[in-house]
């Protein structure tokens, strides 16, 4: 069975850092998502395993960085500078190997759509305070 593990989240001030981790082997894509109260579940960051490009959302874009440790089959999320509205449950997602072909079509509509991701952990809360 397909396990995901996150950890590291936590309340900090604005202005702050957290690092996630995330247990994910053996996956095509791998990503962070969010989901604040009341709100759609939404895409932080992505990368692929085999080329380790990255992807990242508007909102994070230089405040985040997504990397990977292949050897330790673990994925992290570095946040810095941390804002209130950074504040939501973080989960860590993955996508099951894949073809060329079919990554190129996944890059090509956009890395960051919860729908694509089969995989999902439970989560853990990131609570940035102002």
């Known amino acids: 069975q397909v396990q995901l593990a996150e950890s590291g989240g936590g309340s900090v001030q604005a202005g702050g850092s957290l690092r996630l981790s995330c247990t994910a082997s053996g996956y095509s894509f791998k990503g962070w998502f969010r989901q604040a109260p009341g709100k759609e579940r939404e895409g932080v960051a992505a990368?692929?395993?085999?080329?380790?490009?990255?992807y990242y959302a508007a909102s994070v874009k230089g405040r985040f960085t997504i990397s990977q440790d292949n050897a330790k089959n673990m994925l992290y999320l570095q946040m810095d500078n941390l804002k209130p509205e950074d504040t939501a449950m973080y989960y860590c997602?993955?996508?099951?190997?894949?073809?060329?072909?079919?990554?190129?079509?996944?890059?090509?509509?956009?890395?960051?759509?919860?729908?694509?991701?089969?995989?999902w952990g439970q989560g853990t809360q990131v609570t940035v305070s102002s």
């Open positions: 997602a993955a996508m099951p190997p894949m073809t060329g072909t079919q990554a190129l079509r996944i890059i090509a509509r956009g890395v960051l759509r919860v729908e694509d991701y089969n995989y």
């Open positions: 990368i692929l395993t085999g080329s380790g490009s990255t």
